[in-house]
């Protein structure tokens, strides 16, 4: 089904209407938003409250398509589209799945960004062209936040699943409800606190420090996940993997990618406002803000793409954690070497014994 709306991406593009010219730029009709609407519903199963909840959700739906048939236009590219996303506003995609938004500067002085804690060029070979951690056994299968703020923990919990992964040579998945429910965590910026706190966001690298204090980490069988933040119930004795330290990483994307290919992939944020939309392919969202952090997620390789126009294409291989239906197979691309979206600006790593 993600094929054929693609195709039918494909095909309007093909036919002209969603031309790259803003002048000449048409909405859809409104029996083609209808007919998407149908498909959609059915397709993810959708079920509103009566015909008022129903028109409403279908203006949401509209809305979208067209921000996405603009974005593509601004791309110059067939990236943006119809998602499971599509009949939320934006005010409630954010509310649902990202965090509140932190700008790079705050979270740098939370964690004190000091030399002790900084990787410079020096720690890693020079890369090679491309790399992907999920061909070397280093990566779990695609996992899903569902309607919680919990990104940091499933991007903080990859981290330390690639760094088991490479030192142990076993691919466990560890668990993210033991950092919603156990994980209270507070750093201090200009005065203010700011907590790790369940499904009402955090930082990874705070669940660093708390797992680092609570003694490590249980699997993901032990401590299954659900979305909701309940009472603490991890048992120590269960504990896994634990933490002998993290770090955070140069923002230079050259020494990231020289840094991935050595040691693991990297825990990240960036403004992911852009993801409402996003299909597949390598996004450069040019607009997006890279001073607005809500959304962790795991960096597990990157590539280099040749079209048979224009210069060849860096980019990162992002995995997300809002299920396979999501953009590729639950990944998204983003161009690499621009900063695109803050992505570089504060990355960490953990290191397990």
Known sequence: ???????????????????????????????????????????????????????????????????????NIREGNNNYGITKFSDLTSDEFRKFYLMEKKTPKEIQKMMRMDSNKMVSNSYAKPAPDHYDWRNHGA???VKDQGQCGSCWAFSAIGSIEGSYAIKHKQLVSFSEQQLVDCDNNCVTFENQQSCDDGCNGGLQWSAYQYLMKAGGVVTEKDYPYYAERYKCEVKPANFVAKLSNWTMLSTNETEMANWLAENGPIAVALNADFLQNYNNGIAD???????????????????????????????????????YDFGEDGYFRIVKGVGRCGINTVPSAAFVY
């Open 139 to 141: 990566i779990t299968g």
């Open 1 to 71: 089904m993600k094929l054929l709306y693609t195709l039918t991406f494909l095909v309007i593009l093909a036919c002209g209407i969603l031309a790259f010219d803003q002048e000449t730029y048409q909405p859809l009709s409104e029996t083609a938003v209808r007919d998407h609407f149908l498909d959609f519903t059915r397709k993810f199963q959708r079920f509103y409250k009566g015909p008022e909840e129903y028109e409403y959700r279908l203006k949401v739906f509209r809305e979208n398509i067209e921000t996405s048939r603009r974005m």
């Open 285 to 323: 969202p040019a607009w997006c803000d890279p001073t607005q952090l809500d959304h962790g997620v795991l960096i597990v390789g990157y590539g280099l793409e040749t079209f048979w126009f224009g210069k060849p294409q860096p980019y990162w291989i992002v995995k997300n954690s809002w299920g």
